[in-house]
Structure formats: C-alpha cells, structure tokens
C-alpha cells in the first residue's frame, strides 16, 4: 500500500541555517506530493505541491522536488525564520488509488528555530 | 470567504456520551474528509465523502458516523464515546479535479473522560 516516511523531530535550528526534512514515499500508482504545515493550535495548510516527476514546488522560500528515481520530496529552506517553527506534514495522494483524493500523511516533523 | 469551519473547537464528554461535530465549507467543493491527529501519528483518515448523500470509510471508522445530506456540510458523530477518541479531528474539503488540493479547517479538539 500506499506510505509516507518522513523524518524524526524535533529539529531544532538557528535563525538563518539551511533546513532540509527529508521525506520518502512508496505508492502503487502515480501519486501527488505535498507538503502541508501547521502553526501551533492551527489547523494545516498546503506549503506546496508537485504532481509528477521532476516537478519542483516552492512557496514561502521552500523548494521541494519530486524524485521518482529515489521516490522522495525533500523540503528544504535555504534561511529559516523563527517565524518557521511549526510541524511540517508530507504527504501523497494517489490518483489511481481508488480513494478519491485521500492523503496519506507522515508523522510530522516539529521544527524549531531559535533566534 | 470563511473557507472550512468546524463547531465546537473545545469539547469534553464522558465516556458513554454522544456528539455530532459539524464542518462546513463556502467553496463549493465536491470532496470532503474527517481526519484525526493524534501525537506521533500524523493525521489518520477517518471517512471521507464524494458528494451530497455519498460517505465512504477510511482508514480508522470504526466508533464514528458521518453524514452529508448537504454539499457544503459533513457531519462526524461520536455515538457512545470512548477514552480513545480523545484527538484533535480535522475537516478537509476539496474540488474533484485533480490533484484533490484539500483545505484544512481549524480543528476540534475532543477530550473523553
């Protein structure tokens, strides 16, 4: 079936540092990925989006790029703010799978960023 | 537009008693979905619905009814609640375009006692 794995939290960094969560998939069909974040005590919203291979979703000064030979999307940031702390979801949809766009989610990585 | 709204946002019940959490949603989308989010777990597909009059289950249903009996709104009841539906429960909504891009509501948080 289908899942996601992304990594453990909590990360915690600096103001400025480079971020990366990693993020792997394994699905059946031909899935949609996504990253959703969520701010403390609020619900989740889509950071970006790639829908097929090599696509490249960014928002916000995150990038994350659909690797099919490697069956991964990455989100990266190149200089965290504080204003960045939150839980970071990735997750798949699968068009073929048969249940009309239902996500599968990770865990969550909780990221702190220190000032 | 107010986009996806649940009622309540806090609720305590004892074990044994029943609720209805309601969503709705102003963006005409044809695809609706109740997830909960437990620590450690990510967010887990409780039921899901395609349309007016149409439910489907997800991943965890079981101790949980839905309803749609209109497009903009997607009920989730809690018959005889348990200690372990304590959660916080999310709806979603989405068009039925792919890539069935979903939008959150604030979310419920539930504590059975």
């Known amino acids: 079936g289908n899942s996601v794995t992304q990594m453990e939290g909590p990360v915690t960094l600096s103001e400025e540092a480079f971020l990366t969560i990693n993020c792997t998939y394994t699905?059946?069909?031909?899935?949609?990925l996504f990253w959703y974040v969520q701010y403390p005590g609020e619900g989740l919203q889509l950071l970006l989006k790639a829908t097929k291979a090599d696509d490249k979703g960014s928002n916000k000064g995150f990038e994350a790029t659909y690797r099919k030979e490697t069956t991964s999307f990455h989100l990266e940031k190149g200089s965290v703010q504080v204003s960045d702390s939150a839980v970071y979801f990735c997750a798949l949809s699968d068009r073929y799978g048969g249940s009309q766009g239902n996500l599968i989610f990770g865990k969550g990585t909780k990221l702190s960023v220190k000032p | 537009n107010a986009g996806v709204t649940q009622t309540p946002k806090f609720r305590v019940l004892k074990t044994g008693q029943s609720m209805t959490l309601l969503c709705a949603q102003d963006m005409n989308h044809e695809y609706m979905y109740w997830y909960r989010q437990d620590p450690g777990m990510g967010l887990r597909l409780i039921h899901y619905s395609v349309g007016e009059g149409t439910t489907a289950k997800g991943e965890v249903p079981d101790g949980y009814n839905v309803s749609r009996l209109k497009k903009q709104n997607f009920l989730l009841g809690l018959e005889s609640a348990a200690p372990s539906q304590t959660s916080v429960y999310f709806c979603a909504s989405s068009t039925r375009e792919w890539p069935y891009e979903q939008y959150f509501g604030p979310g419920t948080r539930l504590t059975v006692t």
């Open positions: 699905a059946t069909g031909y899935p949609s």
